[in-house]
C-alpha cells in the first residue's frame, strides 16, 4: 500500500499526544509494511518545518521512497499543498494522509485514485488492519 | 518507548521507532491539536517562501 503524509501528519507524530495515530503511520512506514513516498519538493518543505527534528528527517531520508513528479499542478487552491498531489499521483498512491480537510486545501475526497484521509480514518481502514495486527 | 492509537474504538498499545521515541522525549509535554499542527506548518511554510523571495524583494528596494 503507497500513502504520501502531509507535512502536519510528521509534526503531530512527533508530539506525545495520548491519542496518536500519525506517529502509527509512521511505525507502520519504519517497520516496511507501509511505503511512503515524498518528492524532492515535500522533503525540502519536511527538512525546513521539521528542522528541529534531525531523527524525524533523519527516519523520512531513511524510509521514504523518493519519487520525481513530471507535472507541476494547481488544482489545489492553497499552492503548496499541490506538491502532494503531484506525488500522489506520480505514484497512484492510494491514500493521501493529512488532517488538513479545510475548503482550499484538500478538500476532494480523492485526487485520481488517491483517497483523501486523516490519520485516525486512515489506521482504521480494513486494509490497514492486517498490518496493524504484524506490530 | 511506547505511544498509543485509538483503532476501533481500542487503545492500541505500540512502540515508537527510535526516531520518533526521541522527538517524543524532546517534545515531552507537548501535545497539539490537530488545527495547532496546520497552523504550525502553515507559519513555517511562510517563513520559508519569504526567505526564498529575499533576494528578489532586495532587489526591488
Redesign the interface.
Known sequence: MKAVLDTCILKLASLPNPNNPAALIVKLCWDGLLECWASPAMQEEYSAVLADQPELLALVQDRFHVCYPLVELDCVKHEPDNRFVECALAIDADYLVTVNIARGHFDQPAYGRSRVVTPGTFVNLPAVQPMLRKL | MN??????GKV?K???????A???Q???????T??E??D??ET??R??ALRRAKPYLESRS
Open positions: 505511544a498509543t492509537a485509538i483503532v476501533g492500541v505500540f512502540v515508537l521507532p527510535p526516531a520518533l526521541k522527538a517524543h524532546r517534545n515531552a509535554g507537548r501535545i497539539m490537530d488545527q499542527a496546520v504550525f506548518v513555517k511554510r517563513r520559508l
